[in-house]
């Protein structure tokens, strides 16, 4: 496999659920990310890791929790959401963070519906 | 923080006409500018960028120019193509304090055969 892999692709979950969402780049890269991307609205970096310590949390609220076990692999895990975090949770990655050369590589990202 | 307006907000063009979106940042310290092109059901990729010391890049069918002092840049594409049609996001990056991206809200771009 190349590029940025999500999975799930789409997720249903109740609000009192738990679950996680699981990004992989086989790029090389050292610096990884979490957006959110919602109707008519900026895309909106949640997260971001730089050889694999967390950098950046836009103050996103404490039912989203991140793990990055390795520059490879980034979680998302989920609990007790709400109706309004219903989005498409874009994954990326670039080389690191701080030498922007000009690329986020996206994945396809993962439909996130809460009922 | 960086604030990046995009104008339209969806434009439809028939095939062969050129396409022009517009976007305006608002930190002059911003120095890199990317254009992300999102196909349905895809993630944004990136189709082209420009940085502050350069005042227009072209790549084929597309083009992008700066405008430093009036704080806009804009992507242009010519003989426009079904394939084409996508959302388009600008971005501005400042590299100041924060080494991350804000990005516009998006252009829907449909190109009608």
């Known amino acids: 496999e190349t590029g940025v892999t999500q999975t799930p692709r789409h997720l249903v979950m109740g609000m009192t659920n738990k679950k996680s969402l699981k990004c992989e780049q086989h790029l090389g890269h050292n610096a990884m990310y979490w957006y959110k991307q919602s109707a008519k609205k900026p895309l909106e970096l949640m997260f971001v890791?730089?050889?694999?310590?967390?950098?950046e949390n836009n103050s996103v609220p404490s039912r989203f929790s991140p793990e990055c076990p390795n520059s490879s692999h980034l979680f998302l895990h989920l609990h007790t959401l709400q109706p309004e975090d219903s989005a498409l949770y874009l994954c990326a990655s670039s080389q690191d963070q701080t030498s922007l050369t000009g690329e986020l590589f996206f994945g396809e990202g993962s439909r996130l519906t809460v009922l | 923080g960086e604030n990046v307006e995009q104008h339209p907000s969806t434009l439809s063009v028939q095939e062969g006409d050129s396409a022009v979106i517009k976007c305006t940042y608002s930190?002059?310290?911003?120095?890199?500018f990317p254009w992300y092109k999102q196909e349905l059901g895809k993630g944004p990729q990136l189709i082209i960028d420009?940085?502050?010391?350069?005042g227009e890049k072209k790549d084929q069918r597309i083009a992008v120019t700066l405008n430093k002092t009036a704080k806009h840049f804009s992507l242009h594409i010519t003989e426009t193509q079904p394939e084409d049609s996508a959302v388009y996001f600008c971005a501005g990056y400042s590299g100041a304090g924060s080494y991350q991206l804000t990005f516009g809200k998006g252009t829907k771009l449909s190109v009608i055969p």
């Open positions: 930190d002059s310290a911003s120095n890199y």
């Open positions: 420009i940085r502050s010391n350069v």
């Open positions: 890791y730089n050889f694999k310590e967390q950098t």
